[in-house]
């Protein structure tokens, strides 16, 4: 709920799954699924994230210093994601969204109390589309 906690090498699946608050900082990679159900943390990893990472999150901000593979941010609602490098695919209802001049800030900052040296202009900004808060089993196909 506040904190942190900081991993000096790489995490295995489902790091930082369901954190209310504080800092997660992963030096290294993360497996499958980091991030998932975020009700309000910061995580912040220095490579990579495996498939399905940020599923169902909340609340919270993600930051991926590396790559996302495929299924990023599948099904999220108010939760805020950051990736610099590729992305393979976005989960349903992600979308890449404008890096405002009130992102490169809190970015910074974030990366600042992470201690990684990254430019946050060179990330792209991951937010929800908000199609799935009413779901209509008619319009299935366009989720």
Avoid at 23 to 39: D, T, W
Avoid at 80 to 99: C, M, N, T, W
Avoid at 104 to 130: H, T
């Amino acid at each position: 709920m506040s904190g942190s906690v900081r991993v000096k090498g790489n995490a295995s699946e489902y790091a930082g799954a369901s954190g209310h608050g504080g800092l997660v900082v992963i030096e290294g990679n993360a497996s499958s699924r980091c991030g998932i159900s975020m009700k309000g943390c910061d995580i912040v990893v220095g490579g990579s994230v495996g498939h399905v990472s940020a599923f169902m999150s909340q609340a919270g901000r993600l930051v991926v210093c590396g790559d996302a593979d495929p299924g990023f941010g599948d099904f999220f609602s108010e939760a805020v994601f950051y990736v610099r490098g590729k992305i393979h695919s976005l989960g349903a209802d992600a979308q890449e969204e404008p890096l405002h001049a009130a992102d490169i800030v809190a970015l910074g900052g974030l990366l600042k109390q992470a201690g990684f040296d990254a430019n946050p202009r060179d990330f792209k900004r991951i937010g929800s589309a908000r199609r799935l808060y009413h779901w209509n089993s008619e319009h299935q196909g366009e989720y």
